[in-house]
């Protein structure tokens, strides 16, 4: 079974950390460019940070960059986002998602361009 499971969400703090990871089964995760999302309650999913398949190229939204820190771990089929300096507006399900090509393409936060999703995670941040 080819799957994404996404782990690492809970509740923390303004100004907290979290590491969500994102673990793939059934398939190599290295050859694909992996992105997260999040969606929080009544707003469209965007796209958080991107990851190419080497890891060499990374790309963030502007609302989180200097804050979350994305990275992959090939030999473990694992991709992780670090989140520190959490504000309440970074409440959402994060979702991370893996897209059949090796560089990051044009347009990297449009959900159509993945093609394999996770259950998503939920982040709360609240004091």
């Known amino acids: 079974q080819l799957q994404l499971v996404e782990s690492g969400g809970g509740l923390v703090q303004p100004g907290g950390s979290l590491r969500l990871s994102c673990a793939a089964s059934?398939?190599?995760?290295?050859?694909?460019?992996v992105g997260w999302f999040r969606q929080a309650p009544g707003k469209e999913r965007e796209g958080v940070s991107c990851?190419?398949?080497?890891?060499?190229?990374?790309k963030y939204a502007d609302s989180v960059k200097g804050r979350f820190t994305i990275s992959r771990d090939n030999a473990k089929s694992t991709v992780y986002l670090q989140l520190n300096s959490l504000k309440p507006e970074d409440t959402a399900v994060y979702y991370c998602?893996?897209?059949?090509?090796?560089?990051?393409?044009?347009?990297?936060?449009?959900?159509?361009?993945?093609?394999?999703w996770g259950q998503g995670t939920q982040v709360t941040v609240s004091s």
């Open positions: 998602a893996a897209s059949s090509t090796s560089a990051i393409p044009m347009g990297w936060g449009s959900k159509g361009l993945y093609n394999r």
């Open positions: 990851i190419s398949a080497s890891g060499g190229s990374t």
């Open positions: 059934g398939f190599r995760l290295d050859y694909y460019v």
